[in-house]
């Protein structure tokens, strides 16, 4: 368990905060592309309690800047697209992406006054279907070479769903092994349809079965460049289900999902809109081919819909639409539909807006959890003390990761697994593919 102190550290994200001052030393996605189509409107975010809004200039750069003007206060997301930016409704002030103010129309002719005034923006970038920026101090580092990023249609697809919820009970969740052998147990029925009813890869079993075969599995954790690598073993008929799920430091995870490792993977990007509500962003891509989408939604949402606001249909409000029947029957264990990301937005969500550290009792199944942890607590340190932390990339030479491996096989009892693990990175390293 942590201390009140603690839990407090690792849950606050706003200006100034040392959570919230870790995460802006990162890249963070801020919006979907869709959100913002050329010629469409300002959109209003907010980011780890930040109002801010979103356009799109006339030359289709996005920019990002504090959403009240610098004149008066006025909510520039209602403002107008035009002369090279976003021109405010009340007195007509005009930013540029970079927040540089161009015009001042109720100013004198020859006042130099807009050239002292600069209202605060961040860069941004656009990759793999998502807008990125930047909302640290100084100069930006590089955006991280990740495979996914580099993914294009039709081999990735990246949507995002609010939950109601401290962004860290969701990271958190990601690395949580046990829970996939009961929330996301599901009968062939419910599965039908769905990546998860493909055997895996080396068995004659799904993902799903072999998840119930084995409830507690073996795990080890390994740290790296890049954050920590979760190393799991589940007993199997042919041998044993070898999985690999990878914590980026400082707020996401690669696991398998939808593609079980086979060359790609989904990444859970969890992004504070403030304290306790925050963006899951999942992104899936796959290397070899494009991806079934409609197959693929279906493992993540289910019976649901995503509403507006990005909540799920199956929402806190009507008690996610739980089905004791389905329960008994074995249709789904937790009676919540078939959508994995249901499950987990119900598991997260339930914990509480924050849930308190100090009352919980971790045991072995949660030595992941507790080395996750442990590498937030000494990053926020790095930054406390003046040091960029661990994974902030600015040698382009070093901008490369094939040790971000996803794996969901099989293998035999008489493979090793360290050896199987290695082999694939030095695939990686040897051949990247971008698509």
């Not at 961040?122 to 930006?140: D, F, H, S, V």
């Not at 039709?154 to 958190?172: G, H, L, S, T, W």
Request: negative net charge; aromatic residues 8%; proline residues 7%.
């Amino acid at each position: 368990m942590l201390t009140k102190e603690e839990n407090e550290l690792l849950t606050r994200t706003g200006p100034g905060t040392p959570c919230g001052e870790l995460l802006r030393r990162y890249w963070q996605p801020v919006a979907l592309s869709e959100e913002l189509p050329p010629g469409g409107p300002p959109v209003p975010v907010q980011v780890m309690g930040e109002e801010l809004v979103l356009f799109r200039d006339e030359q289709g750069r996005p920019g990002l800047l504090a959403r009240h003007c610098a004149h008066r206060g006025a909510d520039l997301s209602y403002g107008r697209l035009e002369d090279g930016g976003l021109r405010c409704l009340y007195h007509g002030w005009l930013y540029d992406v970079t927040g540089r103010c161009l015009e001042q129309p109720g100013e004198p002719a020859g006042s130099t006054f807009c050239q002292r005034v600069r209202q605060p923006a961040y860069p941004c970038q656009e990759k793999a279907g998502l807008i990125l920026a930047y909302l640290g101090p100084g100069e930006p580092p590089l955006l991280p070479a990740y495979d996914f990023l580099d993914a294009t249609e039709p081999y990735r697809m990246a949507v995002k769903i609010r939950q109601d919820c401290n962004f860290m009970q969701a990271n958190e969740g990601n690395l949580d092994q046990v829970h996939l052998s009961f929330l996301h147990r599901l009968s062939d029925e419910a599965l039908r349809g769905t990546p998860m009813s493909d055997t895996a890869a080396g068995s004659k079993q799904s993902a799903v079965q072999l998840l119930t075969m084995d409830v507690c599995p073996r795990i080890e954790v390994q740290e790296t460049s890049f954050g920590m690598r979760e190393c799991v073993f589940r007993r199997a008929p042919e041998g044993y289900y070898f999985k690999i799920e990878n914590f980026v430091l400082p707020n996401f995870a690669a696991v398998p999902g939808g593609t079980q490792g086979q060359d790609g993977y989904l990444v859970n990007w969890h992004v504070p809109i403030d304290d306790t509500h925050h963006w899951k962003y999942m992104v899936t891509f796959r290397r070899s081919g494009p991806l079934d989408k409609e197959r693929l939604w279906k493992v993540l949402a289910g019976d649901c819909e995503l509403l507006p606001d990005g909540r799920f249909s199956r929402n806190q409000d009507n008690r996610y639409l739980q089905n004791r029947d389905a329960m008994r029957t074995n249709y789904a264990f937790a009676g919540l539909g078939p959508g994995f990301a249901l499950h987990d937005t119900w598991a997260v969500e339930r914990l509480g807006a924050i849930v308190d550290r100090t009352q919980e009792h971790l045991g072995y199944e949660d030595k992941s959890v507790i080395v996750m942890r442990k590498l937030m607590f000494d990053a926020i340190r790095d930054v406390q003390e003046g040091r960029d932390p661990p994974h902030v990339i600015r040698d382009a030479s070093a901008n490369h990761f094939p040790e971000l491996v996803v794996l969901a096989d099989v293998l035999s009892e008489n493979e090793d697994w360290q050896e199987y693990l290695d082999a694939r990175i030095a695939d990686r390293r040897q051949a990247p593919v971008t698509v």
